[in-house]
Structure formats: C-alpha cells, structure tokens
C-alpha cells in the first residue's frame, strides 16, 4: 500500500524553507535568498521514498498583509494549510522563538492536521543557544516533536522526512515517480531571472520586481531561447536594474543564464528587458494575470 499526502511548510519570512525543500527533493525548486518574501507562490516539491511520497508546499512567509500581492500570499498561506495532511512549522535557529513564531504556532493549532516543528540553521548554533531555542520551540502549544536541522547542510533532514512520511495516508501517489514539482517551466525559469534580480539589489527594489517568461522555444537540441520581462514599479528601479552602460542587467543576466542551463542541461539564449508598471503589486487583473492567487 502507498501512501502520500501534502505537507505545509509554515514559518516567518527567511527562516530556510525553500532550502529545506530543494534539499529533500533533490533539486532546485524553489529559489532562494536570505531577503525575506522572497517566496510569492505556494511552490510544490515532491520527495519519493520506498512507496511514500511526500508533496512539500512552500508557503510564502507569514506577514502582515501590505497591500494587494501580500493580501493574496496570505490567504494562500491559509488556504494550503486547511488542504494539507499535516504541516511543519520551521523556526529560525539563530534568531530563537519571537512572537512572530507563536502567532504562527497559534494559527497551527487551530487546523486539524499533525504538526511537526523544525529548528532550522542549527549548524551557525552554539550548544547552549541550540539547546536554549530547542527548549523555548518545545513549549510552542503545537506539535509533539521538534527536530533540529540544517537545510544548508542536511544535517537532521533525513529524520524529519522520514518523520513526515508516518504523517502521511494511505492512498495512490499524487505525482508521477519522477516528479520533482509542479511548476510549468515558464515558472521555474522567471523564479531564477528573480533570484538573479533579489541577490544583487537592495532595499525595496526586490520587493518590486516580477518576472515573465514572454517566449520560451527550443529551436535545436541542446539550445532553448527565453525571452523575459522584468516588471517594477518606478523609473528609478528600472534604472538601477539596467545599471551605468548596462552592466547591471548584463550581471543578472549572466547568472540568471547560468543557473538555467544548470537546471535545463542544456545552452541558453537569455534576452532579457526592464518595464515600468506603477503599483503592479496593487493591481488585482495583472496578479490574476501572473498566476498569483
């Protein structure tokens, strides 16, 4: 008999869990970045162990609702938990349990679904700082276990994966075997454009950047073809994205190209253009548009 089931990664902005799923399934999945809200969309991850399968949903980071885009990744953020079969809370380890834990602690408590807790980063940990959060992450009015990890490293991931897989029902394998997720390419390949965009900007220019896929073909084996617009909010930003001479948006597209290919296994043609589109994270019809619900 096999079983599956959907797991919930909850947690506040920047605690590691869109490295703890990349680190399970094995592959790139989800971007990452040590800028919180990086995560826009509920990104799914499928881990296949023996005949369990565990389907990891990496929430967006719990936040207070801002405006249009973050009122959505909110309500996301709920709408997965209630279709979960179980959810793990996930703890920054460096920074210890805040308030921001327990109200997500609390939120737990009120699904009817088992909740495991990891502390994440316990590699940058002291042992008496490790064992101080583990104790203060025991008292959290959920969940039975806590498990100490690093996604970074792997270190306690494989005994939190094998934990999960007990939380999971029987029932027929949601996705084929070799699935990894459930992103189309399109998606994947504008997540790596923004990644390349997140690590080289500051202040609120990653916050104000959006990624589509305009065109994407493989006119040979071995060769694919993108072409990508990157959306923000001011001329300003546009400005600093395209950088003196053009060397910034040159920069972001050399590493953007590189990470592509990695995951493609192929040659990529990246063209790459800036657009201006004031408060598109206010606009409702362009959210719709990008897919964020």
Known sequence: ?????????????NVGKSTFVNAVVGQKVAIVSD????????????????SCQLVLVDLPGVQRPRDALTSRMARRVQQ?????????LMLNGEQG?????????????????????????VDRLARAQLMATLQSAAELEVGDDVFPI?????????????????????????????????QPQELLIAELVREAVI?????EVPHSVEVVVEE????????????????VESDSQKGILIGAHGRMIKAIGT??????????????????????????RGDEGLLDRLGIT
């Open 1 to 13: 008999m096999t079983h599956s089931g959907f797991v919930a990664l909850a947690g506040r902005p």
């Open 35 to 50: 800028r919180p809200q990086t995560t826009r969309r509920a990104i799914r991850g499928v881990h296949q162990s023996g």
């Open 80 to 88: 997965e938990l209630e279709d979960s079969d179980a959810a793990l």
């Open 97 to 121: 349990v805040g308030p921001g834990d327990r109200f997500i602690a609390k939120a737990l408590a009120g699904v009817d679904i088992p909740v495991a807790i990891a502390v994440n980063k």
């Open 150 to 182: 690093s996604a970074r490293t792997g270190s306690g991931v494989p005994a939190l994966v094998e934990h999960l897989a007990t939380l999971m029902p029987e029932g027929p394998l949601l996705y084929a075997p070799e699935a990894r997720s459930d």
């Open 199 to 203: 690590r080289r900007t500051f202040q």
């Open 216 to 231: 994407l073909e493989s006119p040979r084996d071995g060769l694919t073809r993108v072409r990508a617009l990157i959306w």
């Open 255 to 280: 590493a953007a190209r590189r990470e592509i290919e990695r995951e493609l296994g192929g040659q990529v043609h990246l063209d790459l253009s800036v657009r201006v589109r004031r408060d598109w």
